[in-house]
């Protein structure tokens, strides 16, 4: 399994990232991806992947929550910091209207902008998208026929949106936790769009899948996520972990 989404690098983790690490290479987690969100994750992310060599990889982007006055200066810095760091995906970026409706223009505007780097440096995207499916087709149709490719972490649209999506680029679909919610819509979805272009990522400390909802999440837990997969297509679960372990190394490691 390979976790496409994950903040281990955060202060939730600092007394015991070591112990949540050999967890997960217990379960069986190969990689794990780190997603980016500002300037200051970014220095974490590398203490991380230093620590943790050929096991976590790097991200880098600015997350649209982080999306402010000074967001050009931001992308700057980000930018400046891409090759150096042999990041694996531009991301997290995106559109999130949940929370802020504010710097609208400035999300999409720094969402263009990094998919423009995505293009330059021939790298995956790490889309976050919440209550902005209709701003997201409008920015990624732009794009149609550049040679797109990335993941829709934490897929909470339609399976029309899927399809659409799908249409963009070389598009997959980062399924988490929130798939074992009672209330979850998702699989419903899920079984009209297939297994063949899904991901599967925690977005640890947050999303965790039952039995361990409302408890810090961490990569090991991914295997819920791949469990719940299983019931919902009626299938073996090593053929949900085959699919989704594939589709993550070909689009961030090119190991496939
Ligand atoms: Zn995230």
């Known amino acids: 399994m390979i976790d496409t989404h994950s903040h281990i690098y955060g202060e939730e983790f600092d007394a015991d990232r070591d112990q949540v690490i050999a967890r997960a290479k217990q379960t069986g987690v190969e ?7 500002d300037r200051e994750s970014l220095a974490r992310i590398i203490d991380s992947c230093e620590k943790y060599p050929d096991y976590c990889y790097p991200t880098v982007g600015l997350h649209p929550g982080s999306v402010d006055n000074n967001y050009k200066e931001e992308l700057a810095y980000l930018k400046s910091r891409l090759s150096e760091v042999k990041a694996v995906a531009v991301g997290e970026i995106g559109l999130d209207l949940y929370w802020d409706k504010t710097y609208i223009n400035e999300q999409i505007d ?5 998919i423009e780097w995505s293009i330059e440096h021939n790298l995956p995207l ?4 919440r209550d902005a499916f209709a701003e997201l087709h409008a920015s990624l149709s732009k794009y149609k026929g ?13 399976a029309e949106d899927a399809e659409k999506i799908f249409t963009y680029g070389n598009f997959f679909l980062g399924i ?6 009672k209330k979850s819509h998702l699989p419903a979805e899920l079984k009209l769009i297939g297994a063949d272009r899904l991901v599967i990522e925690t977005d640890s400390p947050y999303l965790t899948p039952v039995p361990f909802r409302g408890k810090r999440n961490e990569s090991a837990y991914v295997k819920y996520t791949a469990k719940k997969l299983s019931e919902i297509f009626e299938t073996d679960i090593d053929k ?3 699919i989704t372990t594939d589709n993550a190394k070909n689009l961030f490691l090119g190991m496939i």
């Open 31 to 37: 990689s794990i991806i780190l997603a980016n969100c």
């Open 110 to 114: 720094a969402f263009e902008q990094q």
């Open 126 to 129: 790490i889309i976050h998208v």
């Open 146 to 158: 550049r040679g797109l490719r990335g993941v829709i972490h934490s897929f909470s649209g339609t």
């Open 176 to 181: 988490n936790g929130t798939i074992t919610y």
């Open 240 to 242: 949900i972990l085959k």
